[in-house]
Structures are given as structure tokens and as C-alpha cells.
């Protein structure tokens, strides 16, 4: 298996940021957003990485990005090395696993769309009935289709987990306007890319987007979009509500922490080469199901 990349190390580039999993670096007006090979759980950064991890989640972002970029426009500029400025252009290592894109002002919620019943909000409902203050049916179980999506915003946490909050508060945050053009454009996106993932076997039971302003105040989709990293992606054929389902997501990951018995404390337990493997393979399969191509990974990679 090639070796992950971790971090990237562009001595005349300006690093804006190293994230949890993903590196940016300054353009004129512009930024150059690496996915590296770095993983994340229970926010924590994982050991070792996942190899090709940044290619795939880089190309399905882009795959989602052009598909609907006739529904809501989008941050890329360029997703070839060539077209990058100087000195980004120079680094190899960038190849596949980088876009440049617009400079935005980001707004500050994440605009989560849920099909399913799951997670977090499998929590709250067993709890509340309801999720982000969105009342549903008595008598529903983990993992169960909801009459229709619905959407719920989650604030942004720079350290920590994000949380889930109601419609209202996020109106009281970005404004009742945007708040609503942000719920429509999320649930907008999600059914049609739902639409379409359910024709190739996968269910995406929810997803989560992010969106900004450019300089003419247009919303503008940006950050990722319908990843491993930021949906619930579940194999169409063996899905049955009731309980957990299989995952092409890093669920699986999750579900192997949960089992070692790890207190979700710093540092996680390293990942055996299994997990690792399992963890791409998953990965890789949604790539295949959804883009209609087998990713060759070593030559994306290498540039």
C-alpha cells in the first residue's frame, strides 16, 4: 500500500491553516485546499493515515460540485496542478488531492440535511421526539426513513463538537432570509444527489454542506461536498431499519474505536492495518459507485 501523506510542506506558500485533515494555503484572492491523507474521529487526528484518502474525497467533491453546478455555483477555480499559481504548481504532491478556489466569507452554520434516522439525531429523537426542534412520528427506529428530509443547521465549532440547533436559531445567527434560501438549497442538493446515489446502490442517509458569500453577496456552495468525510453513505442492498447499517463512511472507523474500548480521550488508539485497508476499500467502492470510475490511486497521487 503507497504511503500517506500527512502533510504537505510548501516552503514559499503561505499556510493559512492545518486542520484537523486538510491544509490551505493563500493565492492572489484565492485559496489552494489540500486533503491530505489524515483522518479524524471524536476529533481527534488518527494514526497512521489512510492512503489516497484527500485524492478521493478531492475527486468526489468535484464530481458533486460540476454535476450541480448548473443548481447552486460553487468555489472551484481550477482542479489541475498546471492551472495552479506559482509555487503550488511546482509541488507534485498536490496532484489530485488539491483544488484552487474562490476566497468566501464563510457562513457560520453547517446545513445538515437528513434523510434517515441516525446519529446525532437519533439520539435527540429517542430523547425529544424531535430533531433541531423538527417534530417526527411516535414509534420510529434507529436508521428509519423519515416522510422527508429535513433540514438541521449545526453551529461551527473551531475546537469541540459542532451542535445541533433549530431553524429559529440559526435564523438569529445568518438572518430569516439567508437562513431560508440556505434550508432550501440544502434539501434542494440532497434529494437530487440522494436521487442519484439510491440509482447506484447507495443510500445517502444525510449529508452535511457548507456555504459562503462572494464579493457580490451571491451564496456560494464551498468547503466539501456528499464525501465519506461529511455524509452517511449506506449500501442500497442491505439496508433494513431497526439498527446501525453497513457504511461506505468512516463509521466504520468509529464503530472499531467504540469497540477498542477508547474513552475518546487523546491519544486514540493507532489503526491496525485491517481498519486501514477496510477504511479505503469503503471508500474506494463509493468512488466506483457514484463517479462510474475505478480510481487509480497511485497515479492521481503522484502527479
Same mark, same amino acid.
Given at each position: 500500500?503507497?504511503?500517506?501523506?500527512?502533510?504537505?510542506?510548501?516552503?514559499?506558500?503561505?499556510?493559512?491553516?492545518?486542520?484537523?485533515?486538510?491544509?490551505?494555503?493563500?493565492?492572489?484572492?484565492?485559496?489552494?485546499?489540500?486533503?491530505t491523507d489524515r483522518l479524524s474521529a471524536f476529533d481527534s487526528v488518527l494514526s497512521p493515515g489512510i492512503p489516497g484518502r484527500g485524492v478521493i474525497l478531492t475527486r468526489l467533491s468535484t464530481f458533486w460540485?460540476?454535476?450541480?453546478?448548473?443548481? +447552486? @455555483?460553487?468555489?472551484?477555480?481550477? #482542479? !489541475?496542478?498546471? =492551472?495552479? %499559481?506559482? *509555487?503550488?504548481?511546482?509541488?507534485?504532491?498536490? &496532484?489530485?488531492?488539491?483544488?484552487?478556489?474562490?476566497?468566501?466569507?464563510?457562513?457560520?452554520?453547517?446545513?445538515?440535511?437528513?434523510?434517515?434516522?441516525?446519529?446525532?439525531?437519533?439520539?435527540?429523537?429517542?430523547?425529544?421526539?424531535?430533531?433541531?426542534? +423538527? @417534530?417526527?412520528?411516535?414509534?420510529? #427506529? !434507529?436508521?428509519? =426513513?423519515? %416522510?422527508? *428530509?429535513?433540514?438541521?443547521?449545526?453551529?461551527? &465549532?473551531?475546537?469541540?463538537?459542532?451542535?445541533?440547533?433549530?431553524?429559529?436559531?440559526?435564523?438569529?445567527?445568518?438572518?430569516?432570509?439567508?437562513?431560508?434560501?440556505?434550508?432550501?438549497?440544502?434539501?434542494?442538493?440532497?434529494?437530487?444527489?440522494?436521487?442519484?446515489?439510491?440509482?447506484?446502490?447507495?443510500?445517502?442517509?444525510?449529508?452535511?454542506?457548507?456555504?459562503?458569500?462572494?464579493?457580490?453577496?451571491?451564496?456560494?456552495?464551498?468547503?466539501?461536498?456528499?464525501?465519506?468525510?461529511?455524509?452517511?453513505?449506506?449500501?442500497?442492498?442491505?439496508?433494513?431499519?431497526?439498527?446501525?447499517?453497513?457504511?461506505?463512511?468512516?463509521?466504520?472507523?468509529?464503530?472499531?474505536?467504540?469497540?477498542?474500548?477508547?474513552?475518546?480521550?487523546?491519544?486514540?488508539?493507532?489503526?491496525?492495518?485491517?481498519?486501514?485497508?477496510?477504511?479505503?476499500?469503503?471508500?474506494?467502492?463509493?468512488?466506483?459507485?457514484?463517479?462510474?470510475?475505478?480510481?487509480?490511486?497511485?497515479?492521481?497521487?503522484?502527479?
Open positions: 500500500m503507497a504511503e500517506a501523506l500527512l502533510a504537505t510542506s510548501i516552503p514559499s506558500g503561505k499556510l493559512v491553516s492545518r486542520g484537523k485533515v486538510r491544509d490551505i494555503y493563500a493565492g492572489d484572492g484565492s485559496l489552494i485546499l489540500v486533503a460540485f460540476r454535476r450541480f453546478a448548473d443548481r +447552486v @455555483p460553487n468555489h472551484l477555480l481550477a #482542479t !489541475e496542478l498546471d =492551472e495552479f %499559481p506559482p *509555487p503550488y504548481r511546482d509541488h507534485p504532491e498536490l &496532484a489530485g488531492r488539491s483544488v484552487l478556489v474562490k476566497k468566501l466569507r464563510g457562513i457560520p452554520i453547517e446545513c445538515v440535511a437528513r434523510g434517515y434516522l441516525a446519529g446525532s439525531g437519533w439520539t435527540e429523537y429517542r430523547g425529544a421526539g424531535k430533531v433541531c426542534g +423538527v @417534530p417526527l412520528p411516535p414509534g420510529l #427506529t !434507529e436508521s428509519a =426513513e423519515l %416522510p422527508e *428530509p429535513i433540514f438541521t443547521p449545526a453551529t461551527k &465549532a473551531t475546537d469541540g463538537h459542532d451542535e445541533n440547533i433549530s431553524f429559529e436559531r440559526a435564523a438569529g445567527i445568518v438572518g430569516v432570509e439567508t437562513a431560508t434560501r440556505l434550508r432550501d438549497l440544502t434539501l434542494e442538493l440532497y434529494g437530487a444527489a440522494a436521487r442519484f446515489a439510491r440509482e447506484r446502490g447507495i443510500i445517502i442517509a444525510d449529508t452535511k454542506f457548507e456555504f459562503g458569500f462572494d464579493d457580490d453577496g451571491r451564496i456560494v456552495w464551498m468547503d466539501e461536498a456528499l464525501t465519506p468525510d461529511s455524509s452517511r453513505f449506506w449500501p442500497a442492498a442491505g439496508y433494513e431499519p431497526g439498527g446501525a447499517q453497513a457504511s461506505f463512511d468512516k463509521q466504520y472507523v468509529r464503530d472499531w474505536l467504540l469497540a477498542s474500548g477508547w474513552n475518546k480521550e487523546p491519544p486514540a488508539p493507532e489503526l491496525p492495518p485491517e481498519v486501514v485497508e477496510g477504511t479505503l476499500a469503503r471508500y474506494l467502492e463509493a468512488y466506483r459507485r457514484l463517479t462510474g470510475e475505478d480510481l487509480a490511486l497511485q497515479g492521481a497521487a503522484g502527479g
